[in-house]
């Protein structure tokens, strides 16, 4: 009975044994399948000296990459807006009007920094207007610009000025929506070179602007922010900056609402467009209309498609990720190279564009060392 009872333990012990090792082996298989589902990232332009950092980019419909080239933190001499064309960067919509000019600053792109296109296929670029190595931001510098991207002419040029403007603004991404106002109605968001970011809202048939939830917590740096830049710990103080940072910055127009993300922050908040259009809406009625979606990854610029999902780059997974209208999150793709994806864009083709400009190794964030390396790189990937 004794050894009857030691045979059946042995025979137990062999399968679970077997079993352990059966899972131990699927979860490898698992995660094999998950790595080999990612999207293949694919590399489509490479910028080398002497042409600047980029940031913004859109694709149209039929698969023109425009770039912008800001100013504010190298005051480069070169173009501010190319097309990217058979491996070469032509500025668009010429050189008068992308190379620094005397000609008045509402006449020529100062430093352009996001753009977006419509739903008539035009081209809209917000100028923050600020250059490196000049104090505060001069009339006229700061403005939006639509473009037909056709032919280059210029649709619209809308200056914004104070109140809305702060000499200690950035203006740093945007959207446009038409189904808003007479003419349609522009986001922006403020990321602030100084400690108030905020929203900006732009009447594109009146030309009226204005700034709402300043200092609101939606659109402020998030105290005690950490993050990991290339998997180094970086902490958010505000008196010895070592990331880039600020407050709203990347924004996404989708299912009727307004989405927004602080870059020193982990918050996504959202609004309808139908209240932040509304130039009738007092602060305290816009306040009041935002929701708080969830934490998100840490991200500076987003993306959105017609079906409901936010794109973001995750700069400390190095990842592109993908949010559906429920709110659940899909890591789409990881490479290296993510250290620092900046503009995103959704195309008609199905593919997401991401810039990878190297903001992060700035000399202003370590310690006075340039530490980008050429070349600056354009990516995509499928997204299925």
């Not at 990232?41 to 698969?63: K, L």
């Not at 920094?113 to 931001?137: E, F, Q, S, Y």
């Not at 429920?326 to 490479?335: C, E, F, I, P, Q």
Request: some cysteine.
């Amino acid at each position: 009975m004794v050894r009857q009872f030691l045979n059946f333990i042995v025979a137990l012990l062999f399968i679970l044994n077997v079993s352990c090792n059966k899972t131990a082996s699927d979860k490898t298989i698992s995660v094999a399948v998950q790595a080999d589902s990612l999207a293949k990232v694919e590399i489509v332009a490479e910028i080398n000296a002497p042409d600047p950092d980029m940031s913004g980019i859109v694709v149209t419909d039929d698969g023109r990459i425009f770039l912008t080239f800001p100013r504010h933190a190298d005051n480069h001499k070169e173009f501010s807006l190319a097309e990217y064309k058979d491996g070469k960067l032509i500025p668009f919509p010429n050189k008068e009007m992308t190379y620094p000019s005397d000609k008045p600053l509402d006449q020529w792109l100062v430093s352009p920094h996001g753009m977006t296109l419509d739903d008539k296929g035009n081209i809209w670029v917000i100028d923050d207007g600020k250059r490196a190595g000049v104090t505060g931001i001069p009339e006229g510098a700061a403005k939006v610009v639509g473009f037909d991207p056709k032919n280059g002419h210029v649709i619209k040029t809308i200056v914004i000025n104070a109140p809305a403007l702060r000499q200690d603004s950035h203006l740093n991404d945007l959207r446009v929506d038409l189904a808003e106002g007479k003419e349609g109605i522009v986001y922006v968001t403020n990321s602030s070179f100084g400690h108030i970011g905020s929203l900006v809202v732009i009447d594109i048939s009146t030309g009226k602007s204005r700034e709402v939830l300043a200092d609101h917590i939606s659109t402020q740096p998030q105290k005690g922010y950490a993050a990991f830049l290339e998997g180094e710990a970086r902490v958010y103080d505000p008196e010895n900056v070592s990331l880039p940072s600020g407050g709203a910055d990347g924004i996404a127009l989708s299912g009727g609402r307004v989405f927004w993300t602080s870059i020193t922050g982990r918050g996504l908040y959202s609004i309808q467009s139908g209240i932040l259009s509304d130039f009738s809406k007092s602060e305290s009625d816009i306040e009041n209309a935002v929701e708080y979606e969830g934490e998100r990854p840490a991200c500076d610029g987003l993306a959105e498609d017609k079906d409901g999902n936010i794109y973001f780059g995750a700069y400390e997974q190095m990842a592109l990720v993908k949010r559906n209208s429920k709110g659940h999150y899909t890591t789409l793709a990881r490479d290296q190279r993510f250290g620092w994806p900046d503009g995103l864009f959704y195309a008609k083709n199905g593919y997401l564009y991401v810039t990878l400009g190297q903001w992060n190794r700035l000399p202003g964030f370590n310690g006075g060392k340039d530490l980008r390396e050429r070349p600056y790189l354009v990516a995509r990937i499928k997204v299925v």
